[in-house]
């Protein structure tokens, strides 16, 4: 809707710009030339000038690369993918440290000393499946990439410490996960301590409408330890349930589409954007558009931080090549040309920024009608 400029219009429907304006202005809508108009006052001047007005979106024509792979699919080729599962919680409840304890119960001896640093999405197999985990991206980014559309969540875990109960967070935390519509287990923390009281838990998140299944509920309450490694074991097949009964599938061929989740500025490596690939295989030498930034992957490396060829279904890992820092919650997406790429991106800068321009228009326009 705000894709058209006064100056714009007025030429599509060979009017001056000043009579745009003036019967804007006769309503008490101040707008200047460049500015971009809403959709109300699209409807009022359609109606003032009687001519149709449809709006279409300006980007229409850039953003359907990001569910291009919804049309024309072959289904014969999609194959299950493993789940994506998001951690979320009160802080201090124990998120990270169940991260770190999964990970390092599920990789051999061997390996386990490699393990120092904490990392914020990985995969390990449980029975010969795949399960991708994610800590929680904050608040903040989990709404944001709500907003966007980006689901890259299937199933979500909120830790409640058992020792502690609901909290604030774990409020703010239930009421996403509700919105998300994604299935909920209930992993309750901290179940070495003395002072555990997983039945306060359960009453709290009864009253929150998640009820356990040995209450009568159909909300899924295990009891761990991030300490001790109790009860994961039970987490993780519990989540393989959750996941079959989703059916998740995608095609390994199709062209790649990723989300990130994470993105930085690096010393020597340039922008790095932490990634989960939704569809398609991710390769070095692919030419990606994400959001307004583009360019060519260069390098990719795995959950373990070893450099890779390429990424699949549901895997994680991140990506060297873009021209910028993309931000949290952007979809990636492979192009068939970096001309294509390029002009993608750039169509989309270019629209941000007039976008903000206009937007500072009218602040100084209405500070200015304040002072007079
Ligand atoms: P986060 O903020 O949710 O990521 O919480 P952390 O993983 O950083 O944990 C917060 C604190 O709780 C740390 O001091 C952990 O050592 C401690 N902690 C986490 N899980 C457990 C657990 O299962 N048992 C005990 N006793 N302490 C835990
Ligand atoms: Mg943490």
């Known amino acids: 809707p705000e894709d058209i400029r006064v100056y714009e219009f007025a030429e599509a429907c060979g009017k001056s710009p000043a009579e745009v304006i003036t019967v804007l202005f006769s309503l ?20 003032e000038f009687g001519i149709e007005v449809t709006v279409k979106d300006a980007l229409e024509d850039v953003n359907y690369i990001e569910d291009y792979h919804g049309e024309d699919v072959d289904e014969s080729s999609f194959v299950t993918r493993p789940p994506v599962v998001t951690i979320m919680g009160h802080v201090d409840h124990g998120k990270t440290s169940l991260l770190d304890k999964i990970r390092s119960s599920k990789i ?19 029975n010969g499946q795949k399960i991708t985990f994610v800590d929680t991206p904050g608040h903040a980014a989990f709404s944001a990439m709500r907003a966007r559309g980006a689901n890259v969540t299937d199933i979500i875990i909120i830790v409640v410490a058992a020792d502690d109960g609901v909290k604030a967070q774990t409020e703010e935390v239930i009421s996403h996960a509700k919105a998300s519509g994604c299935p909920i287990i209930v992993a309750m923390n901290k ?4 002072s555990a009281n997983p039945d306060m838990v359960k009453a709290q ?15 899924e309450f295990i009891g761990v330890s991030a300490k001790t490694g109790e009860g994961i074991d039970e987490l993780l097949e519990n989540i393989l349930i959750q996941a079959e009964l989703l059916e998740l599938t995608a095609d390994p ?5 990723a989300t990130v989740i ?9 922008p790095v954007a932490n990634i989960i690939v939704q569809n398609g295989t991710l390769r070095i030498g692919d ?4 959001d307004t930034t583009f360019g060519r992957v260069k390098a990719i490396t795995d959950d373990n931080g070893r450099p890779v060829k390429e990424l699949g279904l549901s895997e994680t890992g991140t990506v060297l090549g873009l021209n910028e820092v993309p931000t949290t919650g952007s ?18 800068a270019e629209h941000a920024r007039a976008k903000e321009l206009s937007k500072s228009t009218k602040v100084s326009l209405e500070e200015m009608s304040g002072l007079i």
Not at 262 to 268: A, D, V
Not at 287 to 290: A, E, L, Q, Y
Request: charged share 30%; with cysteine; proline share 1%.
């Open 28 to 47: 008490g809508m101040m707008v200047t030339k460049n500015d971009f108009l809403k959709q109300d006052e699209l409807e009022i001047l359609g109606e």
């Open 108 to 126: 051999a001896a061997g390996e386990a000393g490699g393990i120092t640093q904490h990392i914020s999405s990985y995969t390990v197999e449980k």
């Open 191 to 194: 179940m070495d301590k003395e």
């Open 205 to 219: 998140m009864a009253e929150r409408e998640l009820t356990p299944i040995d209450w009568g509920g159909n909300t």
């Open 253 to 257: 061929s199709a062209k790649a589409k």
């Open 262 to 270: 994470e993105s930085s500025l690096e010393k020597g490596r340039g």
């Open 287 to 290: 030419n990606i558009v994400c």
């Open 331 to 348: 979809i990636m997406v492979v192009m068939d040309s970096d001309k294509e790429a390029r002009d993608i991106a750039t169509t989309r």
